[in-house]
């Protein structure tokens, strides 16, 4: 049975009544294992499993939950479990309602957005305040989005009061945005959870029992959807302490006020840590006893073997510090899998980085760009997008905003000429156009807002001549729009190309051979190649242009590889919107933000940039942050640690000629014995 594992505390858990239940699992105490246990329970309780729903923050931590079950239960009946994370659970039940959903990612929205705030000319409306730039001010949205239920307006104006003059203008800006996504049909990863919500009672899901893991990172809307599962039972793992994830809009009170917020709640604690010594807890202890405590716990030890104590490491000087880190590990028979290096601001991650390299260590960082976020795949990925759904002017836009001189305001413009040329159909207005007219803009003229919109005015194509463009893009319509520019004459050819060789139904990796092969993405290879060549005194150092070259180009293979796994385009795209973020590539010594290493454990770790400042990290403070959340950092970084942990700082940086004192926790956990701050 898959109970037979757990201990006590575990098993109680485990086996809790129907009801409303808050597991606090504490760093290493097994929470993996309870919930495990608590399904399998349900199970043997003759809960039918397709009336059970896990929900957790990585999909692959959903799939080794289920990996586990199937050891104990067919797999036809642990694949009847409901499964995911918050937005794929959604996503999945949205698409049964509206098969043709199209989900946008981030940064596609971010284009959008940026398209409806450049039609405001804030420097006409002269504001003494200058107006946040629109991906600050999207990212600003998207918190509130996951963080409140209020109104608008009055959420930011509690933030930033200082923009009262400007937030009339910032909520048209939205209002048009959101419009526009209605318009062409897209959703935000948040409109996913927030159409949930609505739609529940249409959806008609009901599940005898809800289990959320990582519940202190649920932020307001993701409470709000469980609420409305309105679930026989709720099973909620956490642990308050660990709570990391409020830049991010993770409310703590979520699990906070458990207990108030469901009357019958039962409390079960985890507190046996089977990862760490006694001295490592015991230091963690004595930290996050400072912040409040909201349910009473304490780390007990399980692990048995040799207790090793924390160790403190002082350096005169910054990168002396990362320089002798380097030459510890280098010296240490743990292998470099099981070592991680964690800091709290990503600029310390350089530092040790060229420090393991120059020793030719191997590493890699977590937590930077990853293989999906990087241009030339989005890139890739846009154009197929666009194949299958001519109708997605995102795509559009952000393949034609690397046209030089075409932003995202104009690439907008470009597309709805596009289909009104092919009255309605972009493959239409592009291959075989059936007007020589452009639309007037769509641009709405106000002045009080400092909006703008002429027009259009039909120029000459003829400037064009001398590039070399086809009969069919030289006598095209797009090509008399006045803000053509040269480059998005050649672009449009690329385009027009590669429309004219797709047929539709082809297998994937084809269509991406053809894409690769388009002069789209020639043009792109080009500029991103330049671009990542370019010196500080604006010379391109051509060997690194050719390195560029050669890396965009296995990037492409490797996107090649991956389409082999799939027999229709549509589905191939599905596969790479979702689930890409959970992608790492590289090995060697593990560099990682806290936030990074969070679930994550190693025989060795190292806490580096211990300084006032750096961690806790101050400006954040200043930022809206607080010490309590700076605290629960330091409690993760160093419970990541099963065998040695290493806390390490320097006195001073002879660069930017800063001396540093000993950050706060070290004199909490009781490293540091005089001198001690005030907090």
């Known amino acids: 049975m898959a109970l037979h594992g757990l201990n006590e505390e575990q098993l109680n858990a485990a086996k809790a009544p129907f009801g409303n239940n808050l597991i606090i699992a504490s760093a290493g105490t097994g929470k993996t294992s309870t919930i495990v246990g608590r399904i399998a329970h349900l199970l043997y309780e003759g809960v039918d499993p397709s009336k059970i729903l896990l929900l957790t923050f990585t999909n692959k931590a959903a799939g080794e939950m289920l990996e586990r079950l199937e050891g104990h239960f067919d797999k036809k009946i642990v694949s009847k479990i409901e499964s995911g994370t918050f937005h794929a659970v959604s996503y999945r039940w949205l698409k049964i309602l509206d098969p043709k959903l199209s989900l946008k990612q981030p940064f596609e929205l971010k284009t959008l957005f940026r398209s409806v705030y450049e039609k405001r000319d804030f420097a006409r409306l002269n504001f003494e305040q200058s107006a946040f730039s629109p991906a600050f001010l999207y990212d600003i949205y998207s918190l509130y989005q996951n963080a409140s239920n209020d109104g608008f307006e009055e959420w930011f104006l509690e933030r930033y009061p200082e923009h009262k003059p400007l937030v009339t203008i910032y909520m048209h ?57 309105k679930p026989k039972s709720l099973f909620c793992v956490g642990d308050y302490d660990q709570s990391i994830y409020a830049f991010n809009g993770a409310n703590i009170e979520n699990i906070s ?58 350096y005169k000087e910054l990168f002396e510090q ?30 040790i980085e060229a420090s393991l390299r120059e020793r030719g260590i191997s590493c890699k960082r977590k937590g930077g760009m990853s293989f999906f976020e990087t241009k030339e795949i989005k890139f890739l990925l846009d154009m197929l997008t666009l194949l299958v759904n001519p109708k997605d002017m995102m795509a559009f836009i952000h393949l034609f905003e690397y046209a030089k001189g075409v932003g995202s305001s104009h690439a907008k413009e470009f597309y709805s000429s596009l289909l009104h040329c092919g009255n309605g159909n972009l493959f239409v207005g592009v291959l075989d156009p059936k007007s020589d007219d452009l639309p007037p803009s769509l641009a709405i003229s106000n002045h009080q807002l400092g909006l703008f919109g002429d027009d259009i005015q039909m120029s000459s194509a003829s400037r064009f001549t001398s590039l070399g463009l086809s009969s069919n893009v030289l006598n095209h319509p797009l090509l008399k729009h006045p803000k053509m520019t040269t480059s998005g004459a050649i672009f449009f050819q690329g385009f027009y190309d590669l429309l004219a060789r797709y047929k539709t139904g082809g297998h994937p990796v084809s269509v991406l051979q053809s894409a690769i092969k388009s002069k789209m993405y020639e043009i792109l290879i080009d500029f991103l190649s330049t671009q990542r060549a370019k010196l500080r005194n604006g010379e391109i150092d051509e060997s690194k242009r050719e390195e560029a070259k050669e890396s965009i180009t296995k990037k492409s ?6 389409a082999k796994n ?107 014995k005089s001198d001690k701050p005030k907090s």
């Open 173 to 229: 800006i939205i209002e048009e945005f959101e419009q526009e996504k209605e318009q062409f049909g897209f959703l935000s990863f948040n409109d996913l959870l927030i159409q949930a919500i609505e739609k529940i009672d249409i959806m008609q899901k009901e599940f005898a029992e809800v289990l959320v893991d990582e519940y202190q990172d649920t932020n307001t809307l993701q409470g709000i959807l469980i609420d409305s599962l």
């Open 257 to 314: 006020t458990f207990n108030k917020r469901y009357k019958d709640a039962s409390i079960f604690s985890l507190k046996t840590n089977y990862r760490s010594g006694a001295s490592i807890l015991s230091l963690a202890n004595r930290v996050i006893e400072h912040n409040e405590r909201i349910y009473p716990k304490r780390l007990e030890v399980g692990k048995e073997g040799e207790d090793i104590s924390p160790r403190l490491l002082v």
């Open 322 to 351: 990362y320089q002798a880190i380097a030459d510890m590990i280098r010296a240490s028979y743990t292998p470099a899998s099981e070592v991680a290096v964690i800091f709290r601001n990503n600029s310390s991650a350089d530092g």
């Open 557 to 562: 293979a490797l996107l090649l590889d991956l």
């Open 566 to 672: 799939y027999s229709d385009l549509n589905s191939f795209l599905n596969a790479m919107i979702l689930g890409t973020n959970e992608l790492s590539e590289g090995e060697g010594v593990n560099l990682l933000s806290v936030h990074a290493s969070k679930g994550l454990e190693f025989r060795d770790v190292y806490v580096i940039d211990l300084m006032e400042g750096r961690f806790p990290n101050h400006k954040l403070m200043r930022q809206g942050g607080e010490l309590e959340e700076e605290r629960r950092l330091f409690y993760v970084a160093v419970t990541r640690a099963k065998d040695k942990l290493m806390l390490s700082l320097a006195q001073y940086d002879k660069i930017k000629k800063i001396e540093f004192k000993p950050s706060v926790f070290l004199y909490e956990a009781g490293i540091l």
